[in-house]
């Protein structure tokens, strides 16, 4: 894998850990601003997450293809 490549996936895999994280954060500590909020608040988060471990899956698949080509 050339240089550009590691450091294109290493880029997207922080990327898909940062939805993660953010998705976790907000899913765990944040106080919605008002109680009717808390169920927009947790679907945002999901959301959020979903996205982040999809990102995740297609780093992976395309690192693994990329190794099956070379």
Known sequence: ???SR???AALNILLSLLFIGIALYVFF???PPSRD???DLL?????TG???VWRL???LLAGKKAEENV
């Open 37 to 39: 909020a808390r169920h």
């Open 6 to 8: 590691k450091l294109t």
């Open 1 to 3: 894998m050339s240089r």
């Open 43 to 47: 679907l945002y988060a999901s959301l």
């Open 57 to 59: 899956i297609r780093v």
């Open 29 to 31: 500590f944040a106080d």
């Open 50 to 52: 979903a996205y982040g």
